[in-house]
């Protein structure tokens, strides 16, 4: 059974672990929503060196990512430029 400073430290790292994520998405939303393809921002080190695949994958899937990707997308078929 965990101690209770095992148990706060697990919490702790929850909270910062949850805010890296946190910021990793605002970053993919601004980069995506200036024209870069998702791709190329996912190569990034910014989000290579602060997310698992598994935690890449979360981010991924929040709506704000997806509708950023919406957006880009929509854009592309306007402009008739498919490279996102």
Known sequence: MATISEK???F???IASDAIEER???????EVQN????RVVLLDPYVK??????????VLETPEVVSA???QIAASFKR????F
Do not use: F, T, W
Not at 35 to 38: D, F, I, T, V
């Open 49 to 58: 060196n602060r997310l698992s695949e598994e935690k890449l994958a979360k």
């Open 80 to 83: 008739r430029e498919l490279d």
């Open 8 to 10: 706060l430290q697990q």
């Open 35 to 38: 024209g870069r393809p998702l």
């Open 12 to 14: 702790m790292d929850d």
């Open 69 to 71: 990707l919406e957006q």
């Open 24 to 30: 990793v998405v605002e970053y993919v939303i601004r």
